[in-house]
């Protein structure tokens, strides 16, 4: 059973930056490195929204809205993923999920509030 334990959310003021981890725990060693990782966000009243992705060749996707603040990048040895946010906006305010799709099961970590006041 893999656990995915997301950290590094919090309170920041616009135009700051913020280091989102999440933490494959529980699993195979390099876990991350198999599968595509994911991070999703959802801001209150609207839908849960992809933010970046990163798949196990290395290749990075990001949704418009952030391209060019965030980046997401990935430690294969701790098992551990990372989405830096830059320049953060009052519309970043979210809670940041981590997401993975493994041999048909679908993982989600319990969520890290980011709060961006303007």
């Known amino acids: 059973q893999v656990q995915l334990v997301e950290s590094g959310g919090g309170l920041v003021q616009a135009g700051g930056s913020l280091r989102l981890s999440c933490v494959a725990s529980?699993?195979?060693?390099?876990?991350?490195?198999?599968?595509?990782m994911d991070w999703y966000r959802q801001a209150p009243g609207k839908q849960r929204e992809l933010v970046a992705s990163i798949t196990s060749g290395g290749s990075t996707n990001y949704a418009d809205s952030v391209k060019g603040r965030f980046t997401v990048s990935r430690d294969n040895a701790k098992n551990t993923v990372f989405l830096q946010m830059n320049s953060l906006k009052a519309e970043d305010t979210a809670v940041y999920y981590c997401h993975t799709l493994s041999l048909g099961l679908t993982y989600w970590g319990q969520g890290t509030q980011v709060t961006v006041s303007s």
């Open positions: 529980r699993s195979i060693f390099s876990f991350i490195s198999f599968n595509t």
